[in-house]
């Protein structure tokens, strides 16, 4: 298995740490607001990632985080005439739902900064103590250009990051910090209303960057396999991220860096950001989609590609996503029949063929194109299958129970899907099919075409098979 290393910028053989076990961190998120898809882009595509090492039989530590102090919590908190603590409270919880619609397997652990506060300063100190942070005024800084590797992730040069940062801070930061690239460790408590906790340095609370070093380090250990995160967060959040860890602890922080690409809306493919007011929450648009097809559509795309985010994507994914649907209830209609079994040569070694194709493209730095278009020319062989007078029914079963562990990988559930499509059976076609039935019986083929017809115009597919009538909606 290749893994693409964002910070060796090439596919190295994935190595973990303890042979069948991985430790996973991924950066969650920050919780002020309800996630936009942009931000689901980075859970699907890890969750995706989780799964499929799941699938080749890892054992997944996997560890996503919640910032639920920062700036921007504090000044939507005021806005809405709430606590800190409240508003992190009421969009975890919108958080947790909402991935759980797009069947996100939970966390094996989801710390919190705020609980982890103890952790922080003692993490602060010991950077002070082996001289890569320094107090001044209540902020505690890092010293960024004492740590000789600073830059190499995001490939930026010390001199442009200086020269960038000068033109990004207020002279009263100027005079508290030794250098402009340094950055915050610990800001000092504004005013007695702002949220604040005691250290060695004042009342204050913790940088953003400090919190996930500190997390990652606590539940996965001092060097783990693999981290991911949003490429927007490679600098400067991971690039501080290597610096204090490393600074501390003296070994490699992360072996494996992976970086998932944005998700992008119009025309010009503008990067989709609560920023720029772009953005489509998952909370709104669940109201509308099916969670399977935001999921599917999302799952669809290799991580480290944009995501062009558009209706017509999104209907390109549910046309997709209801092929499988249709092969899975008619994979099992023809095994509930009693129909003689006869082998199929050429359906076995198709089966054969994907399996080993779907491995290998996600072997390739999970490449789930290649591997979901190896699975999509399964199916006219399966259907073709389960048409034919005597279906190869050992073959069948093989593929319906690899169709369901590869589309899982995708996060798509087999029985949500016949869930889903079974939800649509309502009384007037069920009344209309078993009308069309006794046409067919009293050989009224007018009749029977009529309501054929009937159910065409509802969007309904009639097939007329060996084992009797089924349906299916187009």
């Not at 992190?88 to 982890?116: F, G, M, Q, S």
């Not at 800001?187 to 949220?195: C, D, G, R, T």
């Not at 279906?391 to 559930?413: E, R, Y």
Request: aromatic share 10%; glycine share 4%.
């Amino acid at each position: 298995m290749k893994i693409y290393n964002t910070l060796t910028n090439t596919k190295e053989e994935f190595k973990p740490i303890v042979p069948g076990q991985v430790t996973m961190y991924v950066c969650g998120p920050t919780v002020y607001n309800y996630i936009h898809i942009g931000n689901a882009r980075s859970v699907i595509a890890f969750d995706t990632i989780r799964r499929y090492l799941e699938f080749r039989g890892f054992k997944v530590n996997y560890v996503s985080n919640f910032t639920d102090v920062d700036d921007k919590m504090i000044a939507e908190a005021q806005t809405e005439h709430l606590t800190v603590p409240d508003l992190a409270a009421r969009y975890i919880k919108a958080y947790l739902a909402d991935i759980a619609a797009l069947n996100v397997e939970p966390a094996t652990k989801n710390p919190r900064a705020t609980h982890e506060i103890t952790a922080i300063i003692k993490f602060i100190q010991k950077l002070i103590d082996k001289g890569y942070a320094y107090e001044s005024d209540g902020d505690v800084y890092y010293h960024a250009r004492k740590f000789k590797h600073y830059g190499q992730l995001s490939s930026q040069n010390i001199s442009e990051l200086e020269e960038g940062a000068s033109k990004h801070i207020n002279a009263a930061e100027q005079e508290r910090k030794k250098d402009p690239i340094d950055f915050a460790l610990w800001k000092k408590q504004k005013n007695s209303a702002e949220i604040a906790w005691k250290s060695p340095w004042g009342m204050g609370r913790p940088g953003w960057h400090i919190e996930c070093s500190v997390m990652a380090i606590k539940y996965l250990g001092e060097t783990i396999d693999i981290h991911g995160g949003g490429q927007d967060l490679e600098f400067p959040h991971h690039e501080n991220e290597i610096a204090q860890s490393e600074a501390v602890t003296g070994k490699t922080f992360v072996h494996y860096w992976m970086h998932n690409g944005f998700v992008t809306v119009g025309s010009d493919a503008e990067k989709m950001s609560k920023s720029l007011h772009n953005f489509v929450t998952v909370n709104d648009l669940l109201q509308e989609v099916d969670p399977q097809v935001l999921r599917f559509f999302m799952a669809s795309v290799q991580y480290r590609r944009q995501i062009n985010y558009s209706a017509e994507n999104l209907k390109q994914a549910q046309i997709i996503l209801q092929r499988f649907k249709n092969t899975f209830n008619n994979l099992e209609y023809r095994l509930k029949d009693e129909s003689v079994s006869e082998k199929s040569e050429s359906l076995a070694a198709k089966i054969k063929d994907t399996e080993q194709k779907f491995i290998t493209a996600m072997d390739d730095d999970f490449n789930v194109q290649n591997a979901l278009t190896a699975i999509y020319d399964l199916l006219p062989e399966i259907n073709a299958n389960i048409n034919a007078k005597n279906a190869d029914k050992d073959a069948l079963k093989k593929a319906a129970k690899l169709l369901t562990s590869w589309l899982a990988v995708f996060g798509i559930d087999r029985q949500r899907l016949i869930t889903a499509e079974n939800q649509n059976d309502d009384e007037q076609v069920q009344r209309l099919i078993k009308k069309r039935e006794e046409a067919r019986k009293n050989r009224d083929w007018a009749q029977s075409d009529a309501l054929r017809d009937e159910l065409k115009q509802m969007g309904i597919t009639v097939e007329d098979t060996p084992q009797g009538t089924r349906w299916l909606r187009e």
